[in-house]
C-alpha cells in the first residue's frame, strides 16, 4: 500500500466542489452503478463505497466525471450517433463498460492513470451483438418475412451469450482506474478518461509511439499513429474539445480547463501530429 497514499488538490479547481452535491443523488447512484460495470469488491473501505458523497474520496470524484459525461450536453437525453461526441459519449461509455463489466479503483504506481485490459471478450460481444441486431432488422429483406426470422435472431443472440461468456471464463476483461484518475484529473479529465478506455473495450489499442518531445514520453509506445485512426485518443480529444465548444451545466473555468488538456493530448498523443489544435 505504500503505493496508495495521495493527497486531495483543491476542490473548486478540480471540479468536485461543483458536481460533488449533484451525484449525491440515490437514483443517480444507483444507475450509474448498475449500468457501468462497477465491480463492488473494489470499492470498499478507503475506496468510497459507504462514503459515495464524500468529494475527497475516489467513488465521489468518478461519479463526478460520470455525471459530467451524461449531463452535460443541453439536450442530453438525445444520444443519436449521428449527433456530437458530447450527446453520443455517454452511450458509448455505457455500452463498452457494460459490455466488460468490471470496473475497479486500485492504487496504481501514483502517476498512472487508467488501464484496460483484455478487452477482446467485450468486443466480440459488441460486434456479434450487433450482427444479431442488424439481421433482426433487415431478416425480412432476406428471406420472406415468418416466424424463422425470429427464431434465427433468438439462436443468434443466444450464441453470443454463450460464446461471450465461455471467452469471459478464459480472458476476464477488466478497466482499472487508479490514483492518477481520482487525484490529479480534473472533473472534465476524468470524463476524458472514461472515453479513452472505453475507446479501448471499442477495438482500438495503441498503434504507435509517441512523437518527439512528448510530454507522455517521446518514443515510447501508447500514442495513436493519427487522427483518422480514430482511437482512444482522438476519442477523448474530441470529447473534451465539444466540452469546450458546447457543455452546460458547468463553469467557464472547467471548459478552459477542457481545451488546454484537449491541445495537451493533440500536440503529444499523436506520431503524426493532426495539423490543427482546439481553436
Ligand atoms: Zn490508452
Known amino acids: 500500500m505504500a503505493d496508495c497514499t495521495y493527497?486531495?488538490?483543491?476542490?473548486?479547481?478540480?471540479?468536485?466542489?461543483?458536481?460533488?452535491?449533484?451525484?449525491?443523488?440515490?437514483?443517480?447512484?444507483?444507475?450509474?452503478?448498475?449500468?457501468?460495470?462497477?465491480?463492488?469488491?473494489?470499492?470498499q473501505g478507503g475506496w468510497g463505497f459507504d462514503d459515495a458523497c464524500n468529494n475527497t474520496k475516489p467513488l465521489c470524484r468518478?461519479?463526478?466525471?460520470?455525471?459530467?459525461?451524461?449531463?452535460?450536453?443541453?439536450d442530453y437525453n438525445n444520444e443519436d450517433w449521428n449527433n456530437d461526441i458530447l450527446h453520443w459519449g455517454r452511450r458509448y461509455v455505457r455500452e463498452q463498460l457494460h459490455a466488460i463489466n468490471d470496473l475497479?479503483?486500485?492504487?496504481?504506481?501514483?502517476?498512472?492513470?487508467?488501464r484496460t485490459s483484455n478487452s477482446g471478450c467485450a468486443h466480440y460481444r459488441q460486434i456479434s451483438s450487433s450482427s444479431c441486431d442488424?439481421?433482426?432488422?433487415?431478416?425480412?429483406?432476406?428471406?420472406?418475412?415468418?416466424?424463422?426470422?425470429?427464431?434465427?435472431?433468438?439462436?443468434?443472440r443466444a450464441w453470443v451469450t454463450i460464446t461471450s461468456s465461455v471467452c469471459d471464463l478464459f480472458v476476464p476483461g477488466?478497466?482499472?482506474?487508479?490514483?492518477?484518475?481520482?487525484?490529479?484529473?480534473?472533473?472534465?479529465?476524468?470524463?476524458?478518461?472514461?472515453?479513452?478506455?472505453?475507446?479501448?473495450?471499442?477495438?482500438?489499442?495503441?498503434?504507435?509511439?509517441?512523437?518527439?518531445?512528448?510530454?507522455?514520453?517521446a518514443g515510447k509506445s501508447g500514442a495513436d499513429s493519427d487522427w483518422g485512426y480514430q482511437g482512444a485518443w482522438m476519442y477523448g480529444a474530441?470529447?473534451?474539445?465539444?466540452?469546450?465548444?458546447?457543455?452546460?451545466?458547468?463553469?467557464?473555468?472547467?471548459?478552459?480547463a477542457a481545451k488546454q488538456r484537449g491541445n495537451v493530448v493533440i500536440d503529444n498523443a499523436f506520431a503524426t501530429h493532426p495539423g490543427f489544435t482546439i481553436p
Open 7 to 43: 493527497s486531495v488538490p483543491d476542490l473548486n479547481t478540480s471540479g468536485d466542489a461543483l458536481y460533488g452535491p449533484r451525484i449525491c443523488n440515490q437514483p443517480f447512484v444507483d444507475w450509474v452503478w448498475s449500468t457501468h460495470g462497477f465491480n463492488g469488491t473494489y470499492w
Open 62 to 74: 468518478a461519479f463526478n466525471g460520470f455525471w459530467l459525461l451524461n449531463y452535460s450536453a443541453d
Open 104 to 114: 475497479r479503483a486500485m492504487c496504481g504506481d501514483g502517476s498512472a492513470i487508467a
Open 134 to 156: 442488424d439481421w433482426d432488422r433487415n431478416c425480412c429483406d432476406w428471406i420472406p418475412c415468418s416466424w424463422v426470422c425470429g427464431l434465427i435472431t433468438w439462436i443468434c
Open 174 to 217: 477488466r478497466v482499472e482506474l487508479y490514483l492518477g484518475f481520482f487525484y490529479t484529473k480534473d472533473v472534465p479529465g476524468r470524463a476524458e478518461t472514461l472515453v479513452h478506455e472505453s475507446r479501448h473495450i471499442g477495438g482500438k489499442p495503441h498503434n504507435a509511439n509517441f512523437p518527439r518531445g512528448s510530454v507522455f514520453g
Open 238 to 256: 474530441l470529447y473534451l474539445w465539444w466540452f469546450y465548444a458546447a457543455g452546460t451545466r458547468t463553469t467557464p473555468a472547467l471548459q478552459q
